[in-house]
């Protein structure tokens, strides 16, 4: 999921420390067989682009450039040059690096890729944008494979009677303007499933959830209550004092390492009926 803190600078800046943090928790959760799936239709047709929308520093090319072998060209956007400026991969010398906006430069890219994908995107998107996006993907007949699109739920083993206000408020957030259009938010990965399979693609929707536990994913854990609760107390000032008592207890457990969490999130295929 996308989240804010010392994480999203300003709106729709996210921190490179914040994508640091995240990458492991992401790489563990995805839906690997969608990726392999679409790896070997990707080799027998003889695909060879791939274009990420909002790359950040390029963890998706880095979980994706091993398992794709076949591919010769990897085009990263995004719209903050800092943080494409420290994409990289082992073994992938020189990916091109397009500084630009999803909704111009990135749905103009898709004209020139086999293959469009995206990670931790779709629940900052419009439908409109994602409309767009599909309309492009279909005229130039590319796969799409989006992954890790937070999906609503947030669950704890260990419930507190204040989880539902901090999940419900988050979602509603979650759901605001995002630079480009009213974000779907949890609905995203449902909404590009339609939206494809309405444009005459096979689909294939897979949970991605992150399961987080113990002391290795504590301080994701902690950084991302920090957003919700930046997030929710922005929504609901009136709640502040409820929702900061919530973060105070929450933390006591997760600094002791004592805590799991899912926090849902889903990946979604895309494949032209005849690739
Ligand atoms: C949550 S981050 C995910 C980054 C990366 N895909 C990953 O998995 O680590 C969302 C990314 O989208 C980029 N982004 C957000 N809005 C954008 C826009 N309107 N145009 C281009 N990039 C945008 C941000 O700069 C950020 O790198």
């Known amino acids: 999921m996308c989240s804010r803190l010392g994480v999203l600078v300003s709106d729709e800046v996210f921190s490179a420390d914040w994508l640091a943090l995240r990458e492991a928790a992401d790489h563990r959760s995805r839906a690997h067989e969608l990726a392999d799936r679409l790896g070997r239709t990707g080799q027998a047709a003889g695909w060879t682009h791939v274009l990420d929308l909002g790359s950040g520093t390029g963890s998706n090319l880095r979980y994706l450039a091993p398992r794709w072998p076949w591919v010769r060209s990897w085009t990263l956007l995004d719209h903050d040059a800092r943080l494409l400026g420290a994409a990289s991969?082992?073994?992938?010398?020189?990916?091109?690096?397009?500084?630009?906006?999803?909704?111009?430069?990135?749905?103009?890219?898709?004209?020139?890729?086999?293959?469009?994908?995206?990670?931790?995107?779709?629940?900052?998107?419009?439908?409109?944008?994602?409309?767009?996006?599909?309309?492009?993907?279909?005229?130039?007949?590319?796969?799409?494979?989006?992954?890790?699109?937070?999906?609503?739920?947030?669950?704890?083993?260990?419930?507190?009677?204040?989880?539902?206000?901090?999940?419900?408020?988050?979602?509603?957030?979650?759901?605001?303007?995002?630079?480009?259009?009213?974000?779907?938010?949890?609905?995203?990965?449902?909404?590009?499933?339609?939206?494809?399979?309405?444009?005459?693609?096979?689909?294939?929707?897979?949970?991605?959830?992150?399961?987080?536990?113990?002391?290795?994913?504590?301080?994701?854990?902690?950084?991302?209550?920090?957003?919700?609760?930046?997030?929710?107390?922005?929504?609901?000032?009136?709640?502040?004092?409820?929702?900061r008592a919530w973060q105070s207890r929450r933390a006591a457990t997760v600094q002791a390492g004592a805590y799991e969490v899912m926090v849902g999130h889903c990946d979604v295929l895309a494949v032209p009926s005849d690739p």
């Open 89 to 243: 991969a082992p073994g992938i010398a020189d990916p091109i690096r397009l500084v630009g906006d999803l909704a111009a430069e990135g749905v103009d890219a898709i004209s020139s890729a086999d293959v469009v994908t995206a990670s931790a995107l779709l629940d900052l998107v419009s439908e409109e944008w994602m409309t767009r996006v599909v309309d492009a993907c279909a005229a130039r007949g590319a796969a799409a494979l989006f992954t890790l699109s937070y999906d609503g739920s947030i669950d704890w083993r260990d419930e507190d009677p204040d989880d539902g206000l901090v999940r419900e408020a988050m979602n509603a957030h979650q759901r605001r303007e995002k630079g480009i259009g009213r974000a779907l938010g949890p609905d995203a990965t449902v909404v590009a499933d339609r939206l494809f399979r309405e444009a005459g693609y096979k689909t294939c929707l897979r949970p991605s959830p992150w399961i987080l536990n113990g002391l290795k994913d504590r301080e994701l854990t902690l950084a991302l209550m920090q957003g919700w609760i930046e997030a929710s107390i922005e929504l609901r000032p009136t709640d502040a004092d409820r929702l």
